[in-house]
């Protein structure tokens, strides 16, 4: 994996990617999403990555927003389907990605970037983030799924003050709130991160996956179907066997 505006970094069965456009504050373009894009399809099947860790280079900012230059001109056919293929190669891809995707927002996650730290199953936060969806000071409204997953992460009230407002909160206010799992010294950032995603190593990949699918449905009419249906379907595979036989064993479970 190959890739200009990315850095991919895989060990014990962690990818650590940097989002790598610093004279940009890493700033969302076409061709960093395409690369997002496409990471996600290379890694779904990989069995070397178990769990993804995002992060933004420098100490500064996660990602400041979107490229606001490549769009600046648009129509509205052509801002809607901005908005359309950003949900379907990224954000959505992001959010139903079979192995967990930890956002490690170190400094600034504004507008497009904090949809995409939203995108990611959990977040933590170095404490000098500051997180805000500032599209409405553009004439818009957040188009990659801010209105959407922020109420269901925040409550519909407090997403609703962050959005009219356009107000910045810091990485205490997103703990508080639970934006954020945790906040941490910018310097340990990765390391807590790199912590958490060692203890989900450990568990049942199938197990995990099946989660996800269950955990994004909780939302819709269908979701305790699909947590009973896919419960069911774990009886089957062998990481419920080896999981099991190590309980009664007394001993630590190797799962494959």
């Known amino acids: 994996m190959s890739y200009q505006n990315l850095i991919v970094e895989i060990e014990n069965k962690i990818a650590l990617v940097t989002l790598n456009r610093p004279q940009a504050l890493n700033a969302l373009n076409k061709e960093l999403l395409g690369e997002i894009s496409s990471f996600l399809d290379e890694s779904a ?30 129509a509205g056919t ?55 969806l500032p599209e409405v000071t553009l004439g818009l409204i957040p188009g990659y799924g801010g209105t959407q997953r922020l109420p269901k992460l925040i409550g519909k009230g407090r ?26 010294a ?18 049942s990949s199938v197990a995990i ?17 699909i947590e009973i249906k896919s419960f069911g379907e774990l009886f089957d595979e062998a990481d419920f066997k080896e999981g099991t036989a190590a309980f009664m064993e007394k001993r630590k479970p190797n799962f494959k």
């Open 45 to 74: 099947g990989n069995p070397e990555i178990r769990v993804v860790i995002l992060t933004g280079s420098g100490e500064k900012s996660f990602v400041a927003g979107a490229d606001i230059k490549e769009f600046s001109d648009f």
């Open 78 to 132: 052509q801002g809607e389907e901005l908005a359309r293929k950003g949900q379907e190669q990224v954000f959505d891809k992001m959010e139903n990605f079979p192995k967990p995707i930890i956002a490690a927002v170190n400094g600034f996650a504004l507008g497009g970037g904090l949809e995409l730290a939203m995108s990611a199953h959990f977040r933590i936060a170095s404490d000098n983030a500051k997180l805000g």
């Open 159 to 184: 997403a609703s003050q962050m959005i009219f407002t356009a107000e910045m909160i810091s990485a205490e206010r997103a703990y508080e709130i639970g934006l954020v799992n945790e906040v941490v």
């Open 186 to 203: 910018q310097a340990e950032l990765l390391e807590r991160a790199k912590a958490i995603a060692s203890k989900i190593v450990k568990n």
């Open 209 to 225: 996956a099946k989660a996800i699918q269950a955990i994004n449905a909780s939302d819709a009419k269908e979701g305790f179907d």
